[in-house]
């Protein structure tokens, strides 16, 4: 399992070794890591041109002892000093080693432009920056660009001039590379309030940052390399954690010699309806290929024909919103909602199936429903939600940009409002649960942005929570299988570069639990 944290406990973790070691030793060790990477990075190091931006604290402290390490080894290392402050110890060793500097001050005070919003057009100072010769030169004609602009320093959006050179360095042919953390994404949620540094790489101290791997910081970060500076021992317990493939693989239900269907787990299936019958068939799908070990099909004549003729190892039953599913046999868990539409009909059924006492898995159409009575999620047995961004923004009341903009803070909000296990999709997939670490699921792709990847997914974590995982294990492993059968049907594990649609990922399944289990 990777652990992330916030920058106040990799702060404090910090404190307690630094009072243990010589001064100046963790920036050292941060230091020797980072220029590792950037010469990793660099096709060959001597007489690379390394173009630092430099901010006024410890962060460019990093960049500048890493460029010095660089110079030493023959790169041409130019800082651009940003800060009203430089770290003066940096600074004098990558003088020493023959860095050179250009210092922004000579064209703009910062303290001028202090307080400037960033993302607003660039005008007066900032403007003078971008169409600075040098500065365009050097930017332009960096094989590298290390950020040490700001690290977990950092607080709200970037001020300038440390905007204008975020700016400038995306559009730069070099390799970004950001220390610590991307500047401008806070390291501690993801949240970017401004302009922000988009890196090709980050390379990280101590421990992983839960800004790093959460949307919009997570795609801001690029490819993230760890460097240890011994901060293990002194870290707290994370506030957000994401799972590995053992991980998921010691979690997922097993199919054990004595196993039969109903040990396997039977779960039910509530989607579809007389004029809406695709979702139903891919939420059974999903639950039929994750290995549910009987999937009930309950819903319109319409869908239940459709579901037939595509799962012939569904059993099916037309029900009426009158009888629900008192009829429909016993089930260890439910799935509620793809295209059950919204009706009071689909209400009426939503309801028969929240009022049983097993686990539920509500999505898509029965969010709508919940989002209209509230009351419909309050039950004793556990639910666990599967809402997109704007569905969790319907359901409390906030606009789906806020919902995107700090998805952690509304994941974790949710949980504790409604009382329910959230699973929160997006590029990064959030599990949240009162009590618990926020789970971040990394295995998504792009190519999984597609309509009707999210029934797979219902059915995914409905087949697990019937085979017996609580909400919290079945959506963190839902959410990690079908996002690894989607890179699987997408070209290969580490993710293809070919359209797949969303039949492609439930039949991709049992490729992607069989390169998991092989190894458990
Ligand atoms: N504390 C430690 O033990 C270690 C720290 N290290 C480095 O030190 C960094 C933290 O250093 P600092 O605490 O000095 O903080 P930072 O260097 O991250 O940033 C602080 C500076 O940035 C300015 N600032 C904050 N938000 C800003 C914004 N939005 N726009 C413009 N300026 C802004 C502040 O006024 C302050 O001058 C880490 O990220 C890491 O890179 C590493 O050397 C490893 C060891
Ligand atoms: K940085």
Redesign the pocket.
Known sequence: MLTAYT?DE??AA??V??ARLPGGT??R???TGLAVACVKALPRVYGSRVVLLI?????????LYAGAALARRGARVHAILA???T?EGGLAELRRVGGRTYDLRGISDPART?GAK?GTSASGPAKALETDPMLVNLIGGADVIVD?????????????P??TLARMSAGSPGIVVA???P??VD?STGEV??EAVRAHLTVT??AVKAGLLIDPGASHAGTLRQVD?GLGPFLPAPGVVTLTGPDVAERMPRAEPESNKYRRGVVGVVAGSDRFTGAAVLAVGGAVRAGAGLVRFASAAEAVQQVRAKWPEAVTKIITPEEGVREVGRVQAWVLGPGMGTDDDAHALARSVLDSDVPVLVDADGLTLATRDRSLLRRSAPTLITPHAGELGRLLGVPVEEIEERRLHHARLAAAELGVTVLLKGSTTLVAEEGRPVRVNLTGTPWLATGGTGDVLAGIAGAFLAGGLSCYEAASCAAFVHGLAARMAAGGPEGGQAPIAALDVALELPSAIRTLTASR
């Open positions: 920058s990799i702060r910090e404190q070794l630094m963790l920036m060790r941060a230091a901010g006024s604290g410890d962060n460019g402290g990093d960049a800060g009203a402050r770290h202090e960033a040490g602009l700001v690290g977990i320093g950092g607080t709200g959006a970037l001020r300038e440390y905007a220390v610590d953390v500047s401008g390291a309030e401004g101290f101590g500076i």
